[in-house]
């Protein structure tokens, strides 16, 4: 048997019986004595300190979590559902496993491990990263006692927003409870309201009469109250509820300009969202003049300027499942005219000459140069017919490039190596590529030269961007994260991976990567560390899908390529580095759901 069919199996056991053991030990967690309870949360306890705080404590935080701090623990826990919870689904399987934890050194003890399911099986209701910090037993049960009620009584997520005293501040989430919050559950939050920094509404039915029953909730600085159908008089009742807000979000509610009068009142307010509700543009123009220090998103709010900085805007796109690559020139905002198109069957690259000609793929092997201007073919190259010997195999293009010094830099899946070659096709020099999981579909994606005269990788089934000399040695390489997520297949909304698309290297010597099915935009430094980031659902009113590529604007901004994000989501998107979305992109007639590669050309003037 091979390797990787046998730790596959031996990963399936190990979780076949940790499901037993689960199965075999809950009738006994119901009834937990409070003696054994505190003797598995202190087995808990010792266990994260010695085998999980060297990768996820105060010195390092592996994927961004801290299990010394109860927010960043209960990111990995599933009360009462210990086959759910990641932490002991990962600490279960055998050393060797993909996904194992501690990754390094011996598995954790059974004894360990059956009070880990314990613990969580009870409920994980005793706070282990601040149990030495409590004065008394009696205190923290107490406490933990109070949380558990309030989460029973109104149906929320209550988390612990900050560790290490008794009267931490909490974050109350409705919008994964099974019901909409009556007035019963909504009371039941008065004997912590005073302690609510964040609480959420979004996606739930919220009236005004349901509004009114909230307690005052002095200490609140975010208001999540998108998709909640909210009208002017529920935000109002809330508000007054409310006066510290620092956020308040109203995407998709029933509110009008009322809603800015009571927004008026929050002395200390500084992000308002409004996409699609029912205010009006004068009175936002009014707000927004009248609280300058307010960050307010709108649909409706249109630039004074929109082509201010180099004027409308000419885009070159190309979507495989539409047979199409054309070049489009903005007419209006948010308007287009073609200028140019041309059929294709397969594409992953293209780009945008200094004379004005379009060098793009027709096929997985056939490059070619056009004019088009006079739709002239200027130049063409078949990678399957060129520099090739008999018998070398499947070869597949996704990415090339024109250089400075006008030969075209070729990456060659299949055969793992990237050429150049001069106007007339001959091989000017070859470097031959790291692949780990070859497959001449997914050996790489792009690839570009840089300023220093290396090749930056992205490797797709790898995961890995590698930067590569022009001797073929490995200078630098980046490992694209999982984040602690499973992958998942597909490639929506819910698929993931780190099926890396692109990757470009900054000025200042960090690098963006494009992380595909990652759903994400990460910049790393030279030390691998993340710098900056967009994840997912982090634009506002936007969803990422597949991340593709990456373009540095002038202005500094960047355009995302967000494709495989369905009708309702832009395939382009700019935006600020401080997240602010400023245009985006989207034609569902001549593109559709694959529109895997775009590049904006700031000056049409070029020709």
Known sequence: MSEAPRTRLATTLALLAATALVAASTASTEGIAPARADDDAEEVALMLEERCYRCHGPDKQKSGLRFDLIEDLQEVIVPRAAPDSELFRRIALPIGAEDAMPPKGPRVSEDRLLALLRWINAGALFPITEKRGLESTGERTRELELIERVRRESGARVLTLRGGAQEDALLVDFSLADAAPDEAGVRSLDPIAGRIVEL??????????????????????????????????????????????????????????????????????????????GVLQADLIAFRTAH???????????????????????????DAS?????LLQETALHHFDVLWEHPLESLHDLQVLENGNVLFQETWTRLVEIDPDSGERV????????????????IEVHSFRRLEDGVTMIAESGSGRIIEVDREGKLQSAVALRIDAPDPHHDTRLVRKTASGTYLVAHEADG????????????????????????????????????????????????????????SLIEVTPTGEIAWSVTQDELEGIRLAWVTT?????????????CHAGEE???????TRTKDVVWTFRDFERFANALSNAWVVEDPRTR
């Open 292 to 318: 300058p220090d307010v960050r307010t998103s709108a649909t409706l709010a249109l630039p004074d300027k929109p082509f201010e900085g180099g004027g409308p805007r000419r885009i070159l796109a190309a």
């Open 550 to 562: 990456v373009q540095v604007l002038d202005n500094g901004n960047l355009v995302l390529g967000n």
């Open 379 to 394: 130049w063409s190259y078949d990678a399957a017919k060129t520099n090739r010997d008999p018998g070398d195999g499947r």
């Open 569 to 575: 989501q832009p395939q382009l998107i700019e935006i």
């Open 200 to 277: 959420s509404l979004a996606g739930r039915d919220v009236s005004s009469a349901i509004a009114t029953k909230f307690p005052s909730l002095p200490a609140l600085e975010r208001l999540h109250l998108e998709r909640t159908g909210v009208d002017d008089a529920a935000l109002e009742a809330l508000v007054q509820r409310a006066p510290r807000l620092h956020y308040l979000n109203l995407h998709s509610t029933r509110v009008t300009g009322r809603a800015l009068e009571a927004a008026a009142h929050l002395g200390e307010l500084e992000r308002l969202v409004l996409h699609d509700t």
């Open 322 to 326: 539409m047979k199409r690559i054309a």
């Open 464 to 519: 890995v961007v590698r930067e590569y000399d022009p001797g073929g040695s490995i200078v630098w390489s980046y490992e694209v994260p999982l984040f602690e997520r499973d992958r998942a297949p597909g490639n929506d909304f819910d698929a993931f991976g780190n099926q890396v698309f692109c990757a470009e290297r900054l000025e200042n010597g960090n690098t963006l990567v494009a992380t595909g099915n990652g759903h």
